[in-house]
């Protein structure tokens, strides 16, 4: 039996709603088949996007989503995919194949609408300009009588959308541009500058004393264990600046990216090292034993060391953390499926997945001090996807049924909690039993989410809870054969079902068998 403590009292940082956000890059079958089948499908759609996933979206709250890549996106040219005469071009990155540009700026901010999400933007630095950047930021949220207003009027939208984040490039130091960090450093500030102008902030905002309605401009920061990019972009973007941000007096930038994928065959020693023997000892998402469960895990749980180590840099030049630690890739990333295109990078998702990112989701919260934002690679038939689709059918995998048990940390408050842990695993690929994560909401009443990583051992928890009395306890759990998979012949095989949970003297107790995640609302006295 572990002991789990958790002080009510101790109220902590808010766990962002964005950190339960999704990435759709222009990739494989994601945007087209997986979200878009054009208005005259057979599918059941909305102006041509699939119902089915706009409501299964709708019903995990998805907060925020990011587009058209990855990748892809420092080869788009967004005028390329507005107006009635679009020009297709080649997929450069994701297998050559051609891209129509029939869903572009205002599928995907209709798309946003229709789910209830936030729209982040990712620019095009590696091959685009500051101009396009600024004018597709003016396209999308300018009121006024400019050029690109006047555009988007044109082409049938006469009300500026909402822009949650514009993203000022994507893997600078790889696809998107090669870049060293002191160079990009000075790319950022410059390009920053004028588009949070073009969105309402910086000298015009503190000029005209209006409240404009915030875009965060994000980074392009490290990819996985790369301290010294991290220290090197943080330091180029504070020093010497004539002001960091005129409208709030806060940093140009309010976010920093952070990319950090687990392969099958990644050692967290080693991590990406040799990025061709990782690719070439890569397996399928169901086909593992007990030490490939326990390596991966093990591999996934580092994202906790790599987050305090960036954190640690980043407190040396923003003590108070107002620049966000958004983890806009993450994920398992395996093998494609047999028969299908590598390049498109479709694979399945077993409850292996389930229980990798039910981690990551609990170490974010862990961590939502620093970190503001989060978005899992990829939304639909891609990496560790939330939804699959052929055809006319849809499902919806294990990872799914994690963001449904934990969409009520959104927006609550991190509690204080500690539970006691041992180690499990194989060989060198041992990892604690136990991840969780306890919040907060506005009503007063609790979520904890609790993670047995343990491929054939149960655990008893035993919790106690300081400062409260609860009078109701509602558990949910998702577990089964480890290696069990949704499929479109049976696709409710992984799915959340209800769990006894009972109320003791100080608390609760609830039994988690071997492999699973529950989740445990607690209406408190």
């Not at 962002?16 to 890059?25: A, L, Q, R, T």
């Not at 101009?131 to 690109?148: C, F, Q, S």
């Not at 849809?394 to 500690?418: E, G, V, W």
Request: aromatic share 10%; with cysteine.
């Amino acid at each position: 039996m572990a002991k789990y403590l958790i002080n009510y009292l101790d109220k902590q940082s808010t766990i962002n709603k964005n950190i339960y956000g999704h990435f759709c890059e222009h990739l494989g079958r994601l945007v087209y088949d997986g979200i878009w089948v054009g208005k005259d499908s057979s599918i059941p759609n909305e102006n041509g996007v699939r119902k089915d996933v706009i409501d299964a979206l709708k019903q995990i709250r998805v907060p925020i989503m990011r587009w058209p890549g990855g990748c892809f996106a420092d080869t788009y040219h967004w005028k390329d995919g507005v107006g009635p005469n679009r020009k297709p071009i080649a997929n450069r990155f994701w297998g050559g194949t051609l891209e129509d540009n029939s869903f572009g700026t205002h599928e995907f901010m209709d798309f946003c609408e229709a789910v209830g999400a936030g729209a982040y933007i990712s620019g095009n630095v590696g091959s685009g300009s500051i101009r396009e950047m600024v004018e597709w930021a003016e396209y999308i949220r300018d009121d006024l009588n400019t050029p690109m207003a006047q555009l988007r009027r044109e082409n049938g939208r006469d009300k500026p959308w909402s822009l949650a984040a514009f993203g000022i490039g994507n893997e600078v130091w790889g696809c998107g541009g090669q870049m060293r960090p002191q160079y990009y450093a000075d790319q950022f500030r410059q390009a920053a500058h004028f588009i949070d102008t073009a969105v309402g902030g910086g000298l015009t905002a503190m000029l005209s004393g209006k409240t404009v309605e915030k875009t965060m401009i994000i980074a392009s920061g490290p990819n996985h264990e790369d301290y010294s990019f991290t220290d090197t972009l943080m330091k180029g973007l504070t020093e010497e600046m004539f002001m960091l941000n005129a409208s709030d007096g806060s940093f140009i930038a309010d976010g920093l990216s952070l990319h950090y994928y687990t392969f099958p065959s990644m050692s967290a020693d080693t991590g990406m090292d040799d990025v061709a023997g990782l690719f070439s000892k890569m397996r399928t998402a169901d086909d593992f034993g007990e030490n490939e469960w326990y390596q991966l895990l093990h591999t996934t749980a580092k994202i906790d060391e790599i987050v305090t180590r960036h954190d640690n840099i980043m407190s040396h030049y923003d003590p108070d953390k107002k620049v966000g630690l958004m983890v806009d890739e993450w994920g398992a990333w395996y093998r494609t499926e047999p028969g299908t295109n590598p390049s498109f990078l479709y694979q399945q998702n077993t409850l292996r997945d389930a229980i990798l990112a039910a981690i990551n989701l609990n170490v974010f919260n862990k961590h939502s001090d620093r970190v503001h934002l989060t978005t899992i690679a990829q939304m639909v038939n891609v990496l560790q996807s939330i939804i699959l689709t052929e055809g006319n059918k849809m499902l919806l995998t294990p990872t799914y049924h994690i963001y449904d048990m934990f969409k009520d940390h959104q927006d609550a408050t991190l509690l204080s909690s500690y539970v006691e842990k041992k180690k499990v695993g194989t060989n060198d690929n041992l990892i604690d039993n136990i991840f969780e994560s306890c919040s907060v909401d506005t009503d007063g009443n609790m979520l904890c989410t609790i993670c047995n990583t343990s491929i054939d051992t149960s655990e008893t928890i035993d919790g106690t809870i300081y400062g409260t009395s609860v009078k109701e306890v509602e558990a949910t759990i998702l577990t089964g054969d480890p290696h069990a998979k949704n499929t479109f012949d049976k696709p409710d095989t992984v799915a959340t079902k209800s769990w006894k949970a009972e109320l003791t003297d100080g608390g609760f107790k609830v039994e988690l068998p071997a492999a699973s995640v529950v989740s445990l609302k607690l209406k408190v006295n």
